[in-house]
């Protein structure tokens, strides 16, 4: 709502300051007026990439397999997501409950297509750590997958990191998540790997 609500103040405020700055006859004005309600529902209206995401809508088991650092001995974990698509279909809420370490673990991301930037985009939170990972990339056809970069707090040192995930639908009941971060040495490295597999 309150994004909401700030979307629609900077519209209306551009909106009114063109107004100012060139006065137009009324038949200008309406012209200009549908040209940018036209672009807004646009950017509002979901697309196919949406539909996309929607067929994930459910509950999918995932098989976790992390690596603590370059060469080292891959940790198994199991985790369950449920997936739903929220505000009128613009983005796909998942939730994922499992043990990671032998801890409890949840963790919450918000998927979505940026119909103006043209590129998916991605926000994950957990119980394991206090900062939120922004990732965003373009759809690649050819092996159906998602290329994702973005940024998010190195723990141990507090500055921030480059990350990189890829996400690829295997066909309608299968999934993989792969996720590279830079190593003790800055080179990049698999820290994960996820397969999804639909419960239902």
């Known amino acids: ?3 909401t609500i700030i979307t629609a103040g900077i519209f209306l405020a551009t909106f009114y300051c063109q107004a100012q700055a060139k006065p137009e006859t009324a038949s200008t004005a309406t012209s200009t007026t549908d040209g940018s309600m036209d672009a807004w529902k646009a950017y509002m209206t979901p697309g196919i990439p949406h539909k996309m995401l929607a067929k994930s809508t459910g509950t999918w088991n995932e098989e976790v397999t992390m690596w603590m650092a370059p060469g080292a001995a891959p940790e198994k974990s199991k985790a369950v997501a449920e997936n739903k698509m929220i505000m009128n279909g613009l983005y796909q809420e998942s939730i ?7 801890m409890p673990f949840e963790g919450k991301s918000i998927v979505g297509y940026d119909n103006a930037k043209k590129v998916f985009v991605s926000s994950w939170i957990d119980n394991m750590g206090s900062g939120i990972m922004h990732m965003e990339g373009p759809w690649d056809d050819a092996t159906k997958s998602m290329n994702l970069t973005g940024t998010c707090a190195d723990p141990m040192s507090g500055k921030i990191m480059t990350v990189r995930e890829t996400f690829r639908i295997v066909d309608d009941n299968t999934q993989m998540m792969e996720m590279y971060m830079p190593g003790p040495d800055g080179k990049e490295f698999k820290t994960m790997e996820i397969k999804f597999t639909r419960s239902k």
């Open 1 to 3: 709502m309150k994004r």
């Open 96 to 102: 994922t409950k499992g043990t990671m370490m032998g």
